[in-house]
């Protein structure tokens, strides 16, 4: 690995995408009963701050090398943003598919991944999405870092620096583990300036638009996985991830890019990543939907003023007058 | 669950109304409303301010008290107490400590969930900014209940599921799914109910002055690396050697230069605006009426202009003299950061355009014809063309 820049050790990075409803398109038919999204009803599209997200860990790969691993939580048909994102450079990808995670809050859905994260095993960076388009909540991210009791920097428009440490990764690496493992500089965009927070790794950032542009899914690596298929294993084998094991077992690209392995995509249920079947999907979901009410426009109340100078200069003088305009 | 903040009772008697936070009752302030109360050097967010009013509503609705979370440290965080009180608050929870001198997700959410788990309010309410926004998920993951984003309004109501009646919830409203529906949310069997709410989306209510109200001093103390530290006579949080992960490099502020709240009359531009010259256009129609730039979200996506001005539910919400939406459809999030607006004039060249039924005025037509004509219209104070000139000399 001679063209490696000089890093004390790979960085081990997780990146959380999610496959999301065109929310431009919605229809009264793709409205459940139960007021859940029948997502089948929508095209879909791969999260576009979740691209951001990717193209950080992507750019951190290039710089420091390292392993990127994909996770998404969604229905079989989820699987194409992972093969977006082996077309763009990642390492690994995982669906975490599963009939029990259906109607999943952020609660839950944070729950399941940071299960997911923790069976990846020790990490030094997850990123994602600041928010997915379909609800803008902005709240998975934050609630992932919770579960995995790590520090969360949101809104990063910018990653700054991240310095590693010598030491390795175990997986019960948590906050208190101190800056043994690295760590990393973020600046955030808030409502009136900037800040730049340092944190120590493993940690969890949410990234916007605004940190960068995200490459094309790369021609080289379209070819390679065009015959990529979703593969269930029944065991993991997640062996590689050892500091100590040989790692070319589960769908590894050298450094280069050139693949060890064909890709395989990993699928996950609730009981592959050890969680309580209470704590995921709508059962472990605290909010509920009450009631959904499609948007009725009241009729139009509005004067209507004819597009014709004399008809707007009466229009700006009645403003005048009645103290609207000054 | 021992970490968890406590599940509610399903309450089947039909007129438990006034007796709504007795189920939860743990001690004083149990079942409170509370709001979050950002504040940076001693300033409290307009948006928390906003939340004291409506937290006096839903308060008063439910028959209990209001409580306002302050943490901050030094003299100046402090004085905010009495202006909580003035704004609404009955009682302010102050944590001062000089490791929540500024705002750290880990720390502060140490805090806000042990003042919940100590308290139990039913109801937490939190200003949906970039701190709210990092504060309220961390928060409702450690007290695994649930937590609803970006709501334009919060009332009480009862739900029926299964010929269960549980009275008193909070019904967290907010538009979903491309702004084709409006969802009410509820947190029925999880406390506390909790809500992030934009800065302008609830009225400011007046601070009166004469209002009392009690001042709770909460102590906080860093814990020792390692172990857990609690002694047993003393009450304070502890901040775990774990939450100081992080640290501040820099804070860098500017004065928000835009100033679209408070302003008496906002132009917006849309995608039928069509290109970044074309903003130039409603830039300069904002100039001449003495008025702020606004945009859709799509006017903002398309790179035509920041985005501070967007106005709408995850932008900003307000309520100018005059608002004039050019090229803007008029889509639910949309309508939801302008339609309290004194007076809106839409200008669309689609006559079935949705702006057109929040608007006062409307103009269907070209904007790049009509904006000219609007900015002519003004210079001569409304005064050409024969009909005003007429009604001008009458
Ligand atoms: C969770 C969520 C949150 C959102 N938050 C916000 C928000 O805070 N603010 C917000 O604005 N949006 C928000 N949106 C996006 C919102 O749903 C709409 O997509 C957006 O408001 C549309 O912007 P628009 O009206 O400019 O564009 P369009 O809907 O594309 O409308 C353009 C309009 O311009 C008209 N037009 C075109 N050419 C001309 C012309 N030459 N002269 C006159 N009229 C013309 C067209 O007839 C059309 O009505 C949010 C969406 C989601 C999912």
Redesign the interface.
């Known amino acids: 690995m001679s063209d490696q820049p000089d890093s004390p050790r790979p960085l081990r990075l997780i990146v959380l995408v999610k496959q999301v409803?065109d929310?431009?398109?919605?229809?009264?038919d793709?409205?459940k009963e139960d007021?859940t999204?029948d997502r089948a009803a929508l095209p879909a599209v791969f999260n576009p701050e979740d691209l951001n997200a990717l193209e950080e860990a992507l750019k951190l790969k290039d710089r420091h090398g390292g392993r990127v691993t994909v996770i998404t939580m969604g229905p079989p048909a989820a699987v194409a943003v992972l093969r977006e994102s082996l077309y763009r450079g990642a390492d690994e990808v995982i669906l975490l598919t599963d009939k029990a995670f259906a109607g999943a809050?952020?609660?839950a859905t944070?729950y399941a991944l940071a299960q997911a994260i923790k069976k990846v095993g020790a990490f030094d960076l997850v990123l994602c999405g600041r928010q997915a388009i379909?609800?803008?909540?902005?709240?998975?991210?934050?609630?992932t870092?919770?579960?995995l009791?790590?520090?969360?920097?949101?809104?990063v428009s910018r990653i700054d620096e991240v310095v590693l440490g010598a030491r390795e990764g175990r997986r019960d690496d948590?906050?208190?583990s101190g800056t043994a493992r690295g760590r990393v500089?973020a600046t955030?965009?808030?409502?009136?300036?900037?800040?730049?927070?340092?944190?120590?790794l493993p940690?969890l950032l949410t990234i916007t638009a605004e940190a960068n542009e995200p490459r094309p899914p790369s021609v080289k690596l379209v070819m390679v996985y065009k015959h990529i298929a979703a593969e269930a294993l029944p065991e993991y084998d997640d062996s590689y991830l050892d500091p100590d094991a040989e790692e070319a077992q589960v769908c590894m690209l050298d450094h280069a890019g050139r693949p060890v392995c064909r890709a395989k995509v990993v699928q996950w249920d609730h009981a592959a990543i050890g969680a309580e079947r209470e704590l995921v999907g709508l059962r472990g979901?605290?909010?509920?939907?009450?009631?959904?009410?499609?948007?009725v426009?009241?009729?139009?109340?509005?004067?209507?003023?004819?597009?014709?100078?004399?008809?707007?200069?009466?229009?700006?003088?009645?403003?005048?007058e009645e103290?609207?305009?000054? | 669950m021992p970490d968890g903040a406590g599940k509610r009772a399903s309450r089947h008697t039909p007129d438990a109304k006034t007796e709504a936070a007795a189920p939860l009752a743990h001690g004083p302030g149990a079942g409170d409303v509370w709001v979050f109360v950002e504040q940076h050097d001693g300033v409290a967010a307009e948006v928390s301010l906003e939340l004291l009013g409506r937290a006096r509503e839903l308060a008063d609705r439910l028959g209990v008290r209001v409580g306002a979370v302050l943490l901050g440290a030094g003299a100046a965080a402090k004085a905010l107490a009495p202006a909580l009180v003035a704004h609404g608050a009955d009682v302010v929870y102050v944590a001062l400590h000089e490791d929540l001198a500024d705002y750290l997700a880990m720390q502060y959410a140490t805090v806000v969930a042990g003042l919940i788990r100590r308290h139990r309010p039913q109801i937490v309410l939190y200003g949906a900014t970039t701190t709210g926004r990092d504060l309220a998920p961390r928060v409702a993951s450690t007290l695994r209940t649930g937590l609803t984003a970006d709501c334009t309004d919060l009332r009480i109501g009862d739900l029926e599921r299964k010929g269960v009646v549980t009275k008193d919830l909070l019904y967290q409203v907010r538009p979903a799914f491309g702004g084709n529906i409006i969802a009410t949310i509820v947190t029925p069997a999880h406390l506390p109910q909790m809500a992030t709410v934009r800065e302008g989306v609830m009225v400011m209510p007046e601070a009166d002055e004469r209002r009392s109200g009690t001042i709770v001093d909460v102590a906080v103390r860093r814990g020792a690396t390692g172990a857990s530290s609690r002694r047993a006579d003393d009450d304070a949080i502890v901040l775990p050697a774990s939450d100081f992960a992080v640290r501040v490099v820099r804070r860098l502020r500017e004065k928000k230069t835009v100033g679209l709240k408070g302003a008496s009359v906002v132009v917006a531009g849309g995608a039928g605006v069509g290109s970044r010259d074309g903003f130039a256009l409603v830039e300069q129609l904002a100039e001449t009426l003495g008025g702020v730039v606004g945009a859709s979200r799509a006017a903002v996506d398309a790179g035509w202009i920041d985005a501070e001005h967007q106005v709408g539910q995850t932008g900003v919400t307000v309520r100018p003299k005059l608002y004039v939406a050019c090229g803007i459809s008029g889509s639910v999030q949309h309508r939801a950061g302008m339609d309290q607006s004194a007076r809106i004039l839409a200008i669309n060249r689609d006559p079935d355009a949705p702006i057109f039924s929040v608007a006062h005025y409307g103009i269907v037509g070209d904007l790049h014809k009509v904006i000219p004509m609007l900015i002519k219209a003004y210079r001569t104070r409304g005064a050409v063309g024969a009909a005003s000139a007429a009604q001008g000399g009458a």
Not at chain 1, 23 to 28: D, I, M, Q, Y
Not at chain 1, 149 to 155: D, N, Q, S
Not at chain 1, 299 to 307: K, L
């Open positions: 409803p929310t431009a398109n919605v229809t009264g793709a409205m007021g999204i809050d952020t609660l944070s379909d609800g803008d909540t902005a709240q998975v991210g934050p609630q870092a919770e579960k009791g790590v520090p969360e920097i949101t809104c948590t906050a208190a500089v955030r965009s808030v409502e009136d300036g900037f800040e730049t927070l340092d944190s120590a940690a979901s605290p909010t509920r939907v009450k009631e959904i009410e499609s948007v426009l009241a009729q139009s109340e509005a004067r209507m003023v004819a597009a014709d100078e004399t008809a707007i200069a009466e229009l700006v003088h009645e403003l005048i103290h609207i305009l000054a």
